[in-house]
């Protein structure tokens, strides 16, 4: 008997975990140190002067994200080959009452990453629908749908980590309810290995 099937099509893999520890003492001084070592202005929101923190700081954190990263990788990305996939850059971003993030990709990075450390009541991320742009320029209003939504929203909290492909559209809208900084820390990661195939001409080898 022929049924009717509806097939969902190249899904966009969004990666949501949380840390079950607090931050410990020593953590929430380095953060303190990081914030005072300077903060970049950018529209709405700041980030840190320093966007290597991992590099010296938050050392049992940047584990933490390393181990979800590998959970990514061996469930959504799946490689052949033996690749290392690590974090490069890494950086704070405070947001304050009402503030914003406008809406990026990050170029130069596989996965990307944001851990939040401090929220409010109705933080958010949005994620954008890259097809939407794909589409022809005919507007139908519609009821809520998963195959036409142009944006998913994703209530964020203290201790949730989200990792995503780097090319994904994404951005906060000011909250109307925020009374207090928001701090998040966000990273980009690439690989080491070897890529493509000698005798096919597409070897890349990343050292």
């Known amino acids: 008997m022929n049924e009717d099937i509806i097939h969902n099509l190249f899904p966009v893999p969004v990666y949501q975990t949380y840390r079950e520890s607090g931050l410990d003492s020593t953590e929430k001084k380095e953060i303190e140190d990081i914030v005072d070592e300077g903060m970049i202005p950018n529209l709405n929101r700041y980030y840190t002067n320093n966007s290597y923190i991992f590099d010296t700081k938050l050392k049992n954190l940047k584990e933490f994200c390393e181990q979800k990263v590998k959970s990514y990788v061996d469930e959504i990305i799946r490689p052949k080959q033996d690749l290392e996939f690590y974090i490069t850059q890494s950086w704070l971003n405070v947001t304050k009452p009402g503030g914003a993030h406008q809406t990026h990709a990050h170029n130069n990075s596989i996965i990307s990453g944001a851990f939040y450390i401090r929220t409010d009541i109705g933080q ?29 929203i994703f209530p964020v909290t203290d201790g949730q980590l989200m990792l995503f492909p780097s090319w994904l559209s994404h951005g906060v809208t000011p909250n109307p309810n925020q009374t207090k900084d928001v701090i998040s820390l966000s990273f980009n990661t690439f690989v080491r290995g070897s890529l493509g195939k000698y005798h096919e001409l597409n070897q890349l080898i990343l050292q």
Do not use: F, M, R, V
């Not at 954008?128 to 998913?152: F, R, T, V």
């Open 124 to 152: 958010t991320i949005t994620c954008y629908n890259i097809h939407k742009n794909c589409l022809p320029a005919i507007e139908i209003e519609q009821l809520d749908s998963p195959w036409g939504n142009a944006s998913c």
